[in-house]
C-alpha cells in the first residue's frame, strides 16, 4: 500500500479537524476518529472520499479494539498515528472519578491504541498531544494536568521501547 495514512483522533474538532483538512490536502487518506458521528458525517462530505470517519470512544478498550480490528481486516495500516484526543473539565470540587474518567480518555485511550498497533506496523509513529499543563500545573485542573504530565513521562520513556521493538523486527 504506497498512500501514506493516517489515523486521528479527536478530528470532530479542533486540532484534529485542522490536521485532518491539512493532510487531505497533501494527499494523505485520513481515517477520523471521534464519538460524534454528525461532525465527522458532515466533514466526510466535504472532505471526501480520503476521509474515511469512525465512531469510537476512545475512554472504552472495547470500541478501541473493535475501531483497530476494522482497520486491520480492511488493510488499512496507518504509518502515522496522530492520538490527539482529549478532555478536561473546571474542577470545582475534588473527585476520583474526575481522575479515572480523564484517564480513560486522555491517557488509556493513547497507550490502548498503541497496544493494538505497535506489533502489527513496527515503522508507524504515534504522534501524542500532552501540555504545558504537564510541566506547570493550573488550579482547578488537577485530573487534566496529571492525565497530560502521565502521557509526557510514559513517551519519554516508550520512545526508547519503541525503538528497540522496530530495530528487534527489522530484517
Ligand atoms: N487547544 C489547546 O490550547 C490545547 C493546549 C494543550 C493541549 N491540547 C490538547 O490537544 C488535544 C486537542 O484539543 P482541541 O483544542 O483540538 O480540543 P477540542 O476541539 O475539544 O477537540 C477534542 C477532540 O477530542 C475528541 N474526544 C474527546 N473525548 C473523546 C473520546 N472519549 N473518544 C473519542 N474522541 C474524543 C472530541 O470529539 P468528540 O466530542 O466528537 O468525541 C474532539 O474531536 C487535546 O488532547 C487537548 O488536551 C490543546
Known sequence: MDRKTCLITGASSGIGESLARLLIKDRWFVVGIARRTEKLEKLKEELGSNFLPITCDVSKSENIKNSSD??????????????????????????????????????????????????????????VISSLVAMHATPHASAYCASKAAL?????????????????LSP
Request: glycine letters at 4%; hydrophobic letters at 40%.
Open 70 to 127: 476494522f482497520l486491520k481486516k480492511q488493510n488499512i495500516i496507518p504509518n502515522l498515528f496522530f492520538l490527539n484526543a482529549g478532555c478536561g473539565e473546571i474542577e470545582d470540587k475534588f473527585h476520583t472519578n474526575i481522575h479515572r474518567k480523564t484517564f480513560e480518555t486522555n491517557y488509556f485511550g493513547v497507550i490502548n491504541r498503541i497496544e493494538e498497533w505497535i506489533h502489527h506496523n513496527s515503522l508507524a509513529t504515534f504522534a
Open 152 to 168: 509526557k513521562s510514559c513517551f519519554q520513556s516508550l520512545k526508547s521501547n519503541i525503538l528497540t521493538v522496530a530495530q528487534s
